[in-house]
């Protein structure tokens, strides 16, 4: 398979587009014609699981659809499948493929971290080649680094198969800076984990020069970002915390290299519950937040050209 890295700028170009769709779904806040399709229960009554997996699964591959001419990837967020158990996770493969199908590359937010034979399966189950498991329609996968390159190095071996990871670096989330943030030999941490990713993916740079050993990097510490940028050139950036969490496209340009590359952004919940409050067909309400969403970002990336 091509190399990850060369995939995903590929369809970067194709499409005039940044934008990744989080699939983060919450059971209430649904639209109400798609619980009542699926006639989903009450939490705790028999049949709900599954009621909840098949209502999601009805949701997110209209979102899918909506999205699909608008974005060149969905992040699916295991936490939201594996709620519903062994039909939830059946929901989340079925949801991928069917995204993989409308041509969006898919990336697994598993956040996986951990070693030895434990890491092996893990890499296996989302990036392998076993049917009827994500890694045939899994493209790339988020990971956690704290526990060192062991950790990550049956994920790494993937990267030859033509897979990606994105591994946490300096996170969107407040507290995230506690641990992120902390001084160490006169830098601050997140640094330091930069240098180590920019290390583990040498090996595997695509034909366009960028790596698909890439990085978390939130869009609410764009400081941050143009330090972790400076040690990892030829990264691709995976940015959370635009939209919904505050992150403002205007505040994006440092992640980006010259030629409006190497850069990927995540919108989530202002694109799934754009149909709040509002009237009329839910997925034309996706549809139009997933639109305004690549052209805010467009506007950023084409700056850089």
């Known amino acids: 398979m091509q190399n990850f890295a060369d995939r995903l700028d590929q369809a970067i170009e194709k499409k005039s587009s940044c934008l990744v769709v989080g699939l983060d779904p919450v059971l209430e806040r649904l639209p109400g014609e798609v619980l009542a399709e699926v006639g989903v229960p009450a939490q705790g009554e028999p049949g709900w699981t599954a009621r909840a997996a098949s209502a999601t699964g009805l949701f ?120 992120q943030e902390l001084q160490v030999d006169g830098e601050p941490l997140y640094l330091k984990v930069a240098r180590l990713v920019g290390k583990w993916g040498e090996d595997f740079r695509g034909e366009g020069g960028l790596n698909p050993v890439g990085v978390v990097v939130g869009a609410t510490a764009p400081g941050q970002a143009a330090a972790v940028r400076k040690e990892l050139p030829e990264a691709f950036f995976l940015v959370p915390g635009y939209g919904a969490q505050g992150g403002g496209a205007e505040e994006l340009a440092p992640f980006f290299i010259e030629g409006g590359k190497g850069v990927v952004v995540n919108s989530s919940r202002s694109v799934l519950y754009a149909f709040d ?29």
């Not at 309400?285 to 990336?301: F, H, I, N, T």
């Open 277 to 305: 409050g509002h009237g009329g067909d839910w997925r034309a309400a996706v549809a139009e937040a997933a639109s305004r969403a690549r052209e805010d970002l467009e506007a950023v990336r084409s700056s850089r050209v």
């Open 60 to 179: 997110l591959r209209g979102v899918i659809d909506s999205v699909a001419p608008h974005a060149v990837a969905v992040k699916p967020n295991a936490g939201f499948f594996e709620r519903f158990g062994a039909v939830g996770m059946d929901c989340l493969r079925e949801v991928s493929e069917h995204a993989a199908k409308q041509g969006l590359l898919v990336i697994c937010d598993a956040k996986r971290g951990d070693i030895g034979h434990t890491a092996a399966a893990y890499a296996e189950s989302i990036l392998g080649e076993t049917p009827d498991t994500l890694g045939p329609v899994t493209d790339a996968v988020t990971l956690n680094p704290y526990l060192g390159e062991d950790s990550l190095r049956p994920f790494l071996d993937k990267c030859s198969t033509g897979k990606g990871l994105f591994i946490l670096v300096r996170t969107s989330n407040p507290s995230g800076s506690d641990i």
